[in-house]
């Protein structure tokens, strides 16, 4: 997710973070033409296809690769695209709560984003990621968008701005695993992606490796899934994918925590789309009235 996160809480005012060269593009055609021409399919065929056992055990099994090129395709086939360039999206709800020591867990509001990245091949099996992310505060209950929110801890009322990451340093992908471009030596993290088959799905459990300087508390585990008819059909270069995760990290500022030793807890669901055409036209009203230089990727932050 995009799939989700220290510099955006870790600030204080407003959660944006400055962001070079700022696009102005037509968003809609831009972003729709990157998609590229290999076989695509729409995220709603994720929900479609499946179908529980009407009866007996469930299937339920590991899955396993013959060898780590096989996984890694696996990986970009499902969470991105297996193409030498791509745009992906991935667009989620996600609710946040206060995990304060000593006080009832509680949630304090509900954001609606997209996590829109470009990967580029640099090598033989080899591809740099660059992305941000762009979500909206809503009521935690309503749904309805806000710019103010009550903290159920303290009782006092804080403005809440949108969630707006524009400064990930990037990532590059490897057979070894992921290497965040902000480390100083050139050692991959390799990366805790388990596949197994449940029925006719087939799901990934996936624990992310963060930018080095992203500190604790942070951590962030997802699970994603496909039908397995189309991830068995290897022409397929983009699969469809539903997700949904959790993750832990540190208070935000504007929630004014000081006295209260603790942290965030969130947890989200999303699915990934073929463009921001497919966004709900709510978002896409959101976000093309507040950030519409974010409905496309930078591709300023690709050194090639």
Known sequence: MLDIMKRAFSGGGDIRLSRRD??????????????GASPTLASTQVEATYMPPASGRVVSEPFS?????????????????????????LWYFFTM??????????????YEGIEFSHHRKIGENLFEVHGHNTSYPRDVYTGEFIEEL?????????????????????????VGGKRPLDRAGAEFTETYSLFR??????????????PDNWFTPFIETSHNWTPRGLFEDESITRLPLGTSGGYVFPYPSW??????????FAIWSGKKLDGV?????????????????????DKSKFKG
């Open 22 to 35: 700022v696009l102005t593009a037509s968003a809609v055609g831009a972003a729709g033409s990157l998609i």
């Open 65 to 89: 690769f013959d060898n780590p090129l096989a996984k890694m395709k696996a990986e970009f086939r499902l969470g991105r695209a297996w193409e030498d360039e791509a745009d992906v999206l």
């Open 97 to 110: 709560f206060i995990v304060a020591e000593g006080k009832k867990v509680q949630p304090v509001v509900r």
């Open 150 to 174: 009550v903290n159920p801890v303290t009782g006092k009322t804080h403005g809440v701005t949108p969630t707006i990451l524009t400064e990930d340093p990037g990532m590059i992908y490897g």
């Open 197 to 210: 088959i449940e029925d006719d799905m087939i799901k990934q459990e996936e624990i992310r490796v963060p």
């Open 255 to 264: 929630l004014e925590m000081e006295d209260n030793p603790g942290h965030m």
């Open 277 to 297: 055409d497919q966004l709900p036209q709510s978002y896409f009203d959101k976000i093309e009235q507040a950030n519409p230089e974010l409905l496309v990727v």
